[in-house]
């Protein structure tokens, strides 16, 4: 048999869970933030240096010094910096209550952190066993990529709950319950959310 709903004792009870939710949804990115840009500081610096090294003495390293590093330049859809961007955006949008807004800026963030997290991950799987040091680091990236990727799916769900449309955070929340796991901490709060809502009956860690 199917579990009943929670029952929910107030209104100002699933305003303050939502209010938040909100909160830590501003802390995460902040904390986020500084994992992506540590992680590229690291990845570009061992990679300039080991290109460096190898050529011959006098040869420029890059010919069109404008074009080095393209794809982290904040106009890049594979940008890093642009993702961070479209994130303070949508918290901005969030404290207007413009929620609409939030949730088409959050897509993009979750797009843009999957994609870079599938793209480090195949070349990292490509490296194996040949180049461990560059299989070694793509796999950090795509740590790093994924992590940024669920916790704005979470954000999804939070402002969903806002915008009173707690169906469409369901999806969301699962999809970071599968990548974190229930028992790491993004995990644990998605499923919370889910018992908040009432998709789910028993309470986890019980």
Do not use: K
């Not at 830590?24 to 990115?29: A, E, G, I, Q, V």
């Not at 994992?35 to 080991?50: C, D, Q, R």
């Not at 940008?79 to 303070?88: D, F, G, V, Y």
């Amino acid at each position: 048999m199917i579990g009943r709903r929670p029952t929910v004792a107030s209104q100002g009870c699933r305003q303050d869970a939502i209010a938040q939710g909100l909160s830590l949804l501003r802390r995460s990115w902040a904390r986020l933030v500084f994992g992506v840009l540590l992680g590229l500081i690291l990845g570009v610096g061992s990679t300039f240096w080991a290109t460096a090294q190898q050529l011959p003495a006098g040869q420029q390293l890059i010919p069109n010094p404008q074009q080095f590093r393209a794809l982290e330049q904040p106009s890049s859809a594979l940008s890093a910096l642009r993702a961070e961007q479209l994130a303070a955006e949508a918290n901005a949008a969030i404290q207007a209550q413009n929620y609409d807004q939030a949730v088409e800026l959050l897509q993009q963030v979750f797009n843009a952190y999957n994609q870079r997290s599938n793209y480090h991950q195949d070349l990292s799987r490509a490296f194996a066993g040949i180049q461990n040091r560059i299989s070694e680091e793509q796999r950090e990236l795509a740590r790093v990529a994924a992590q940024a990727r669920d916790q704005a799916a979470y954000d999804l769900a939070v402002v969903y709950r806002a915008a009173g449309r707690p169906e469409e955070a369901v999806g969301w929340l699962i999809q970071v319950i599968n990548s974190q796991s229930p028992t790491r901490e993004l995990g644990t709060q998605a499923y919370q959310q889910l018992l908040e809502i009432g998709f789910v009956s028993t309470p986890f860690p019980s």
